[in-house]
């Protein structure tokens, strides 16, 4: 029977010596998809950051020197940009959680001990990450800020291109 991470399994759970081993070596690659996620998770983070790093320099000085219509189009591509990182990290940070789900549900399903577990459900682990905000809604926060902040940008200068380009009509 197929269920979810969360739903509970009807019937006895792993009650043959073969369907434990097959639970073990799916915990195994639950494991290894977990941390190739996480891989993806912090270099998407660290990418996108440094290029909207480049980029709102690149807006800043476009537009201190007063070429809107270039910082427009830098502000438009950095808002594409945004779009992509938002949605790809939404969808690394799910199947981040749907791993860890699926992890806590077949530790339970092996009876291993939560202090033996590798999941969230391990006490030991709030030991090691100290209280705070946590990094999956700061990472969200931070690109949906980001695309947000160039939505905004590209409506500026879009405003100041008009503005420049009317005052340069009258003359």
């Not at 983070?45 to 980029?55: C, G, Q, R």
């Not at 709102?56 to 594409?80: C, H, K, M, N, P």
């Not at 940070?93 to 291993?112: K, N, S, Y």
């Amino acid at each position: 029977m197929l269920t979810t991470p969360n739903q509970p399994a009807s019937g006895p759970v792993l009650s043959t010596p073969d369907e434990r081993e097959v639970a073990s070596r799916q915990l195994d690659r639950v494991h290894t998809a977990r941390a190739g996620t996480d891989q993806v998770v912090w270099t998407v983070a660290s990418v996108f950051t440094a290029a909207m790093a480049i980029l709102i320099d690149t807006t800043l000085t476009l537009t201190g020197s007063g070429r809107y219509v270039a910082a427009l189009a830098v502000s438009l591509i950095a808002l594409f940009i945004g779009v992509i990182w938002t949605v790809t990290l939404e969808r690394a940070l799910l199947w981040l959680g749907f791993h860890e789900a699926l992890t806590m549900r077949i530790e339970a399903d092996l009876l291993i001990r939560p202090e033996h577990s590798l999941s969230p459900r391990n006490p030991d682990l709030k030991a090691l990450v100290p209280d705070g905000p946590r990094a999956k809604p700061a990472l969200r926060m931070l690109a949906r800020a980001a695309t947000g902040w160039w939505f905004f940008f590209a409506l500026y200068c879009l405003m100041r291109a008009l503005t420049a380009a009317a005052v340069n009509a009258k003359i």
